[in-house]
């Protein structure tokens, strides 16, 4: 092969390495442009939530209710109707409190006399304040003392469960629930459900005499017949404190099985724990204390000003100045306003509340526009000056 041809080869030989190699590298760009192109219209993809893994527990029901938002973080069998014991106590003590003079005498009757199971002993034709039988109605869980507040208030036990139910649904705003008496006593017709008795409690906290009297941990009891110094039945008050706790009411009799109200806060979080018809108090008092750790360590509740988020939202919607919101620890919180509703979500999108807003009233302008010119005296002044019959008019011509 001459020297030439062997350069001629040479020559189309880089220059078609040349065009491959162009080639290969358009193929690239074109494909990481590809790549970013789809980065940038597909959405951001979020991971989900974690919720946390719930605790086994034995008791039959329970709900793990958080106080100042009414959030449910736990619920096991939540809306099935039981007998819920001397947890009722709690239903009455509330109603008392809002319905009663605390400082008026009540006087026992033969019926509350009679009443079995716990008391502080009353006999017929004693007499002691409302307070003193509220006190010892939470207290003590004395049945007798229910007795004697429901016919101080109605007339009678049965009036008193009439009043106590309309007051529960229509006050409280529970739907599940109907009592037959003011004590918890059995009943086969006197139930509630497990969120009814957290959402009662909730109601109850509300009042700060209920929230007084609910967290005694020792009374003196000074009847006429009888003295004695009572102690909380609630466990995690006293002999086994738990951190937090605040208050609790216990209860049983045979068909309800053990039955168990505790209420625990920890800086700006407050737990509401019901556990139902647990086959032992220790059980029931296992439950509640998984219940509260599960609680205290997985959410806490946080405060949101929606002022000063949606400052600019102002003149649009009447804002609340603040909203507590319980949320997992650790997780991001989003907050938006759409179609009239305050929406707080996570990251995910799950929502964890949302608040309807009512949209600021715009007042109509009572001024007249400023391009309606009002009529001046000077406008008619002709009509005092010339005859009538020159009084003229541009459709009309001369008015005669």
Known sequence: MEKSEQMNVLVNSTILSYIQGVIELKKITLLITALLFIQIISPTRTEAVTEPEPPSIHSEAAVVLEAHTGQVLYSKNKDVQMYPASLTKIATAIYAIEHGDLDETVTVSKRAYETGGSSVFLEEGDEATLRQLVEGLLLNSANDAGVAIAEHLSGSVEQFSDDLNTYLKEEVGVKNTHFQNPHGLFDPEHRTTAEDMAKITQYAQGN????????????????????????????????????????????????????????????????????????????????????????????????????????????????????????????????NIENNRMVISYDDDTEIKSIKLKEVKKEESTEQSSDVEEASWKDYWPFFIFPRRLWVTELFGEIK
């Open 208 to 335: 700060e005499t209920f929230q007084q009297i609910y967290g005694m941990e020792v009374l003196e009891w000074d009847g006429q017949k009888w003295d004695a110094t009572l102690y909380t039945h609630h466990l995690l008050m006293r002999e086994d404190p738990y951190e937090g706790v605040i208050g609790g009411k216990t209860g049983f009799v045979p068909q309800s099985g053990f039955t168990l109200a505790t209420s625990a806060v920890r800086g700006d979080t407050g737990l509401i724990v019901i556990t139902m018809n647990s086959s032992s108090k220790d059980r029931s008092y296992e439950d509640t204390k998984k219940l509260l750790d599960y609680g205290f360590k997985h959410y806490e509740t946080s405060m949101f000003k929606p002022e000063e988020e949606f400052h600019d939202l102002k003149k649009e919607y009447e804002l609340p100045e603040k909203v507590p919101y319980t949320h997992l620890i650790g997780e991001k919180v989003e907050k």
